[in-house]
């Protein structure tokens, strides 16, 4: 569903990406992990071609990323961002049911709404929330009013950008959970960010190692314990010491 080959993408002299390459087959659940400044959320929005990468290919569902219709490209994925980028000026239930408003997608408002409950009921958030603009929420139920609105359109493919950070051990369980079963269930093609190993062993089919550009290590999750690569090993483990150089 995503094949990325060779991709390559620089900030100015700073080298992000340097030769990128990852498939995640379709209906599958990747999720990568790396360290902090690695690239991760860059190569996330070079799939989106919210980032123009510099070089290399990316392909969705075998066609070029900047191929054809945006809208309709577009519609086919939902995305959690790190930082939640709820918009603090629509309720929560706007926030929910961005898509169904307008474009392509679009329905009427009392059907939006009702969508809009209905997948903030599945995050674990009452319908009590839904006239509540963002700022009136902890960071935790803004977490989940991201993740239910990357549900809401039922997309084919979905990005999480970090979906626990900032979450309970017991909610983080309960988000896991949730992206398991919507990969199993919609058949969905799932792409996750995470430094949280739970999250790893809960939602990952495959893994893959963002260092120093490219991929250092991926494979099924079950091989992630003994995969023999030291830069896989000493970040699982949280070593400081390693062929990794922590900045300190
Ligand atoms: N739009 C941009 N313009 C300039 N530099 C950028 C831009 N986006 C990202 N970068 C740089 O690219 C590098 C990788 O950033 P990215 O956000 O992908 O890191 P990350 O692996 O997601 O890290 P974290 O785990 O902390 O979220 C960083 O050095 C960042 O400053
Ligand atoms: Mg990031």
Known sequence: MINMKNVHKAFGPKKVLRGLTLEVPKGT??????????GKSVALKCVLGLIAPDSGEILVDGKPADSGDRDAFLARFGMLFQGGALFD????WQNVAFRLLRGSLKRPAEEARAIAIEKLR???LTPDVADLFPAELSGGMQ?????????AAEPEIIFFDEPTTGLDPIMAGVINELIREIVVEMGATAMTITHDMSSVRAIADNVAMLHDGVIQWTGPVAQLDNSGDPYLDQFIHGRAEGPIEAVR
């Open 122 to 124: 599945r995050v674990g």
């Open 89 to 92: 000026s629509l309720t929560v």
């Open 143 to 151: 977490k989940r009013v991201g993740l239910a609105r990357a549900i």
């Open 29 to 38: 659940s990747m999720v990568i992990i790396g360290g902090s400044g690695t």
